[in-house]
């Protein structure tokens, strides 16, 4: 059998091949409902500023090694997809699993029908075996929380959890700093139908096409090939970063001066 560090380098090869697979022009109109902000404090039980820690002792994988990587997940059109104003949309999302959150705004009750992606249940189950699992919306975390509950069904899969309040906005645009969840970018990486949510770290990023209706739906199975083969690469951003998304450009323009205001901020 052979140990996880020859895996590492024997899977580099094979991860290149499966980075085709993944979706290149993913959608750039994520939903983040609902959108008005709210002064809410860090989510400090769940998860801190900082390298994740498990909740529970690492599952091993299938070689034998524990999870050493962390693999970050949005939430909205990746893993789950809402509709508001009163609407089921049990036409449109016939057969679909579904659950209602109200959420109180202003005094009064918003419902939400949420629906999981297909495969959601059996991707969440599958990946937590080998990465640390944390979901980072850009969502409220009121609307969230029992979304992200109801996806981790008391299973323990899920390790961490960041809202809205810990994205980095810029002109209106929610950013995603990975280094609030893994000091060591080598070891994260972020799934996400917003490329501007992973622009602070482009070569970490995993686009996946967003997610609205369909039943027949496979974007999740799509990713499990290449993230199973990820896991044993010394440095995603070694392999993700030989991907050349259609939005390269944008990202780095966004980055660009993301980091620039950011330097401006620190040196005021």
């Known amino acids: 059998m052979t140990d996880a560090s020859s895996s590492a380098d024997e899977s580099d090869s094979t ?9 290149s022009s993913p959608s750039n109109n994520s939903l983040h409902p609902p959108t008005k902000s709210r002064n809410i404090k ?9 390298p994740i820690q498990p909740t529970s002792e690492p599952k091993p994988t299938v070689l034998g090694s524990t999870r050493n990587k962390t693999l970050v997940l ?6 789950i997809h809402s509709t508001s104003g009163g609407a089921s949309g049990s036409a449109v999302h016939a057969g679909l699993k579904v659950r209602v959150v109200e ?11 949420v629906y999981k992606r297909p495969w959601v249940d059996f991707f969440l189950k599958t990946v937590s075996s080998w990465y640390t699992v944390v979901i980072f919306t850009a969502s409220m975390r009121e609307y969230a929380d029992p979304v992200i509950d109801w996806l981790d ?17 810029i002109k209106g ?7 609030i969840v893994e000091r060591d970018l ?10 501007i949510s992973y622009g602070l770290h482009q070569a970490n990023g995993i686009p996946i096409e967003g997610w609205l209706n369909d039943p027949s739906d496979e974007g999740l199975l799509d990713l499990l090939p290449m993230l199973d083969s990820l896991r044993f690469t010394k440095d995603v951003r070694r392999i993700l970063g030989l991907r050349g998304f259609s939005n390269q450009v944008l990202i780095k323009n966004q980055s ?12 005021s």
């Open 42 to 50: 860090p989510n400090t039980k769940r998860i801190n500023k900082g």
């Open 153 to 169: 069904q008391g299973r323990g899969i899920i390790d961490g959890r960041l809202f809205r309040e810990s994205c980095t906005n």
């Open 103 to 113: 959420v109180v705004l202003d005094g009064r009750i918003v419902v939400y029908h």
């Open 256 to 267: 660009s001066n993301l980091s620039h205001q950011i330097s401006i901020k620190k040196n």
């Open 74 to 79: 949005d939430l909205d059109e990746t893993l």
């Open 15 to 23: 991860l290149t091949s499966n980075l085709l697979s993944i979706p």
């Open 173 to 179: 645009s929610y950013m995603k700093d990975l280094t």
């Open 186 to 195: 080598s070891k994260v990486c972020l799934v996400d139908n917003s490329p």
